[in-house]
């Protein structure tokens, strides 16, 4: 390709030559101008806004392509802000950085690391790619990768005798061999009664492995603003990826209640087991898993469903 851009940039400069004419701008259209600016050369890019700015372009059919040269070009950032500057009489907009590609074909080669279950990881998702996630086809969550490491979403649900909305927060480091992250998160829950109360929490989080295979282990903590009530949520998982399509993972939960009143405080009252299999493809994936109570009175609820209760998950990316 480059070796292809480089003979083009020659050969619009020697025919003039040849024909014993003065060498003046290229005799090329301006999508094939359009076609060099985003080649790979950089001598080909540097012709490209070069020639631009000699013969400009009244009807902005480069305007993006400058645009995004002067947000995104590595070598050419600061001539092609100039170039733009020159041809349209005004700085060039700020465009977001591209999405990490590579990043987001391994995630979804993987099927969705971000999450164990239910529980996050302290993977995040790729800068610039975003995913949407529906939980027993009630609680819906949107998240985008803002940067390298740290992922910004928003979580809501169908409102049923309530209006649920709030921001999330992910924030992950990688090492060699894990990441270590933190996830924030903040609901506003409004009844249809009137009544309206926040929801805000989050913790640490530690995830040793990679995407293929990896153990998850950390402490959601959250508390009812007005009522100072609090749940903390110790748990720790895994995650296999068992073939090209399908993985398997399980979370144990031991939450905890942090109460005014002491006798409703205490932690071992209940644990939770989620675990089940997440199927997946190009861009989509979904969870197929069961809940497991553990309690003082959790036989009852065997009597009617005797694996558990079913937890599904739809999911997609892009």
Same mark, same amino acid.
């Given at each position: ?18 024909? !014993? ?9 301006? %999508? ?5 600016? &985003? ?5 080909? &890019?540097?012709?490209? /806004?070069? @020639? ?21 070009? %590595?070598? +050419? ?12 009489? @005004? ?7 591209? %999405? ?14 971000? &999450? ?57 480091? %990688?090492?060699?061999? !894990? ?21 805000? !929490? ?37 995650? /296999? ?32 087991? /989620?675990?089940?299999? &997440? +199927?997946? !493809? ?31 998950? /739809?999911?997609?990316?892009?």
């Amino acid at each position: 390709m480059r070796r292809r851009c480089a003979l083009l940039c020659c050969i619009a400069l020697a025919v003039p030559a040849l024909a !014993g004419e003065p060498a003046g701008p290229p005799r090329l259209e301006t %999508p094939e101008l359009v076609a060099l600016c &985003r080649s790979p050369d950089v001598v080909a &890019r540097r012709y490209c /806004l070069a @020639t631009l700015v000699v013969r400009g372009d009244p009807a902005g059919d480069a305007r993006l392509t400058l645009a995004e040269m002067a947000s995104r070009d %590595p070598e +050419l950032r600061e001539e092609a802000r100039d170039a733009y500057l020159r041809l349209y009489g @005004t700085p060039p907009p700020d465009l977001p950085p591209p %999405p990490d590609r590579a990043a987001w074909d391994r995630t979804k080669a993987a099927g969705d690391p971000m &999450r164990v279950i239910l529980a996050p990881t302290a993977f995040t998702r790729p800068q610039g790619t975003s995913s949407f996630n529906a939980f027993e086809l009630g609680t819906l969550t949107f998240d985008h990768g803002i940067s390298p490491n740290v992922a910004l979403g928003l979580q809501t649900a169908i409102p049923l005798g309530a209006f649920v909305f709030g921001p999330t927060l992910r924030v992950g480091v %990688p090492f060699e061999g !894990g990441a270590v992250g933190v996830h924030v998160q903040a609901l506003l829950l409004s009844s249809f009664s009137g009544h309206s109360y926040g929801l805000v !929490g989050g913790g640490p989080i530690l995830t040793l492995g990679n995407y293929d295979r990896y153990f998850n282990i950390g402490a959601l903590a959250y508390f009812v603003t007005d009522e100072g009530t609090g749940i903390v949520m110790p748990h720790a998982g895994f995650s /296999l990826r068992l073939s090209r399509a399908v993985r398997f993972g399980a979370e144990a939960y031991v939450p905890g209640v942090i109460s005014r009143n002491s006798s409703d405080s205490g932690f071992g009252k209940l644990a939770l087991i /989620l675990w089940g299999f &997440r +199927l997946f !493809g190009e861009s989509v994936w979904g969870d197929i898993a069961l809940a497991e109570p553990i309690c003082g009175g959790c036989g009852e609820v065997y009597r009617t469903l005797p694996m558990g209760f079913p937890f599904l998950n /739809l999911g997609v990316g892009w």
